[in-house]
């Protein structure tokens, strides 16, 4: 069973279109994040939720909302996508906030916005 | 947050031993290490973590010294499977989320 895990794994779309991802943990988890990854391969934080609430708002467009169903899941939604938001984007989960220790990352999905 | 710096790159060959050191001048009292691992296409891997002192796993041993400024990755007898980059971080359990370029470590046959 796959402890962390994101779909789609790609995705390719056109500019101005409104994109979702999906992730989901299975290890129990309450801490849920998400991250970006440029081509030059920095990986930055984006948001993070907590036993469904949000605790980590980075500077990040309001284009971008994530929702937290259920501890379990946190989607990323995207309107209006930019020839900048190609890249890859990692969820990711740990035991409890604050106490973070490990973070399980899932396997990734690899926007593309032409 | 103590900043991390990192050598960019590293090239090793199959069987030797790969040492790889991450400096954090300003690193607190209550920061913790932790070192990352990522293959290419997949997400980071948690590798270890520590303290202070000498932490062994069954994967690779993570050096600090008593003024904790830098630490050590160790990975014995690399092989070609442990090409990726390795990422370094440090800070309080609640803020290790700020990952660095890493170091693409290139195993050599």
């Known amino acids: 069973d796959t402890a962390v895990s994101q779909t789609p794994k790609y995705l390719v779309t056109q500019m101005g279109n409104d994109k979702s991802i999906k992730c989901e943990q299975n290890?129990?988890?309450?801490?849920m994040y998400w991250y970006k990854q440029d081509s030059k391969k920095f990986l930055k934080i984006m948001f993070s939720y907590n036993n469904k609430e949000l605790i980590i708002n980075e500077t990040v467009p309001n284009r971008f909302s994530p929702k937290s169903p259920d501890k379990a899941h946190l989607n990323l939604h995207i309107n209006s996508l930019e020839l900048g938001d190609s890249a890859v984007y990692f969820c990711?989960?740990?035991?409890?906030?604050?106490?973070?220790?490990?973070?399980?990352f899932g396997a990734g999905t690899r926007l593309s916005v032409l | 947050l103590a900043k991390t710096t990192q050598p960019i790159s590293m090239d090793s060959y199959e069987g030797q031993e790969v040492n790889i050191t991450c400096s954090h001048n300003n690193i607190a009292t209550n920061d913790y290490i932790t070192w990352y691992q990522q293959f290419p296409s997949q997400g980071p891997r948690f590798i270890i973590q520590?303290?202070?002192t000498k932490v062994t796993n069954e994967v690779a041993s993570l050096f600090i010294p008593a003024d904790r400024k830098s630490s050590t990755l160790s990975l014995p007898r690399v092989s070609l499977s442990d090409t990726a980059v390795y990422y370094c971080l440090v800070g309080e359990e609640s803020y290790q989320l700020t990952f660095g370029k890493g170091t693409k470590l290139s195993v050599i046959p």
């Open positions: 990711a989960s740990s035991p409890r906030w604050p106490r973070i220790n490990i973070q399980y």
């Open positions: 520590g303290y202070k």
């Open positions: 290890l129990g988890h309450d801490t």
